[in-house]
């Protein structure tokens, strides 16, 4: 199975341009599941760029 990292870095909207899973959704999915956090594509991009991918936080940024 062909690995499609490149192409889903074309519309990754995490500005943490640091991080080592942009684009590699399976590992970003994982690393947040397994810390009760939301993958930063959920939030809208001023919720994104506070970088706090808490359920709580996403469940702020999306009842504004
Ligand atoms: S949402 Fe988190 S794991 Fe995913 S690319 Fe952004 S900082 Fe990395």
Known sequence: MECISKRSL???TCTYAAC???????????YHREKGEIPGCFF????ERTYDRSIASLILD???
């Not at 080592?20 to 994982?30: A, I, W």
């Not at 809208?44 to 919720?47: A, D, R, Y």
Request: hydrophobic letters at 10%; one cysteine or more.
């Open 44 to 47: 809208s991009p001023e919720g």
């Open 62 to 64: 999306r009842s504004c």
């Open 10 to 12: 074309e519309h990754c």
């Open 20 to 30: 080592d899973k942009r684009g590699s959704c399976c590992k970003c999915v994982v």
